[in-house]
């Protein structure tokens, strides 16, 4: 059975910094490309942060603006996301996907989400 499973978020203070890690399991982690999306309310989803199946290559969404880093362990099947100088606006649901990135693989086109974990940021 393949699964996300995210932790880390939790309640933080303006300023303050968390850090997300998604593990998954049931599919061949190194395969994928991973990210990370995020839901607030009365906003549509959008992309925070992708890295590539080797961790080469990394993307952040423009209101990053370097205060987010995105790693990934391919031995522990986990991916992190490293916030730092959150805000209030970075309040949301953050979820995990995966997507099979390399067109030649066995499993290109599978997509994955996992359940989120909730970021709050106030005081």
């Known amino acids: 059975q393949v699964q996300l499973v995210e932790s880390g978020g939790g309640l933080v203070q303006p300023g303050g910094s968390l850090r997300l890690s998604c593990e998954g399991s049931?599919?061949?982690?190194?395969?994928?490309?991973m990210s990370w999306y995020r839901q607030a309310p009365g906003k549509e989803r959008e992309m925070v942060a992708v890295?590539?199946?080797?961790?080469?290559?990394?993307n952040y969404g423009d209101f990053v603006k370097a205060r987010f880093t995105i790693s990934r362990d391919n031995a522990k099947n986990t991916v992190y996301l490293q916030m730092n100088n959150l805000q209030p606006d970075d309040t949301a649901v953050y979820l995990c996907?995966?997507?099979?990135?390399?067109?030649?693989?066995?499993?290109?086109?599978?997509?994955?989400w996992g359940k989120g974990t909730l970021v709050t940021v106030s005081p």
């Open positions: 890295i590539s199946w080797t961790g080469g290559r990394t």
């Open positions: 049931g599919f061949t982690f190194d395969n994928y490309l």
């Open positions: 996907n995966a997507f099979a990135q390399v067109v030649s693989g066995p499993d290109y086109g599978k997509d994955y």
